[in-house]
């Protein structure tokens, strides 16, 4: 069935820092992609999404482009903040089954000034 | 306006008492779904109602959990004979559009806060 695989944290970076969380996902057909966020003591938040191939999701300075042939949706900033801690869910939908989401097991990031 | 609530937030309960989870989602939302979140996991796929009507029970993981929505607006999740590994997030969201195959399946859930359930 779908997966999603995104790279275990927690990842620990200084203030500035570039960051790359790695996704990969296994589905059929053509999946959307998302990434969804968690701030401490909040709910699931969609950060960014694509919806086809070569697409590039942005938002607040994050990026993640859909690629098919990788089977990719890596998650990039160039110059993290404190206030980006969080955890971070890489996530698919594909057209079948009522549209759920599926998760990957999330990313913790900590941000140190 | 108002986002998707849940109720309660916390939920302690002990082995083999029933629980009841209340969400409440955006007004107009026709697509709800629900999703269980243990400990440092991403958040895995329970159910899915489309107004009133229970399209997609396959993420129950068992048959002491039971989910409805009557009226096509609140939803309840409900645990029957509670075990310790139950104890988990449990994620309501809600969708304006229909789920399946006609539908967008691009257009964003909205999630709700979540209740902890712990059960001793």
């Known amino acids: 069935g779908d997966s999603v695989t995104q790279m275990e944290g927690p990842v620990t970076l200084s203030e500035e820092a570039c960051l790359t969380i790695?996704?990969?996902?296994?589905?059929?057909?053509?999946?959307?992609l998302f990434w969804y966020v968690q701030y401490p003591g909040e709910g699931l938040q969609l950060l960014l999404k694509a919806t086809k191939a070569d697409d590039k999701g942005s938002n607040k300075g994050f990026e993640a482009t859909y690629r098919k042939e990788t089977t990719s949706f890596h998650l990039e900033k160039g110059s993290v903040q404190v206030s980006d801690s969080a955890v971070y869910f890489c996530a698919l939908r594909n057209s079948g089954g009522y549209n759920k989401l599926i998760f990957g097991a999330g990313t913790r990031l900590a941000v140190h000034p | 306006g108002a986002g998707v609530s849940q109720s309660p937030r916390y939920k302690v309960a002990k082995r083999g008492q029933d629980v009841a989870l209340r969400c409440d989602p955006i007004s107009g939302h026709v697509s709800l779904f629900w999703y269980q979140q243990a400990l440092g996991q991403g958040p895995e796929f329970l159910t899915y109602f489309q107004n009133e009507a229970q399209l997609d029970k396959s993420g129950l993981p068992s048959d002491r959990f039971f989910a409805e929505r009557p009226e096509g607006s609140v939803s309840t999740l409900k645990i029957q004979r509670t075990q310790q590994e139950d104890s988990a997030v449990y994620l309501c969201a809600s969708s304006p559009t229909l789920g399946g195959i006609t539908g967008q399946s691009h257009n964003e859930q909205f999630f709700g806060p979540g209740t902890r359930l712990t059960v001793l």
């Open positions: 790695n996704c990969t996902y296994t589905a059929t057909g053509y999946p959307s």
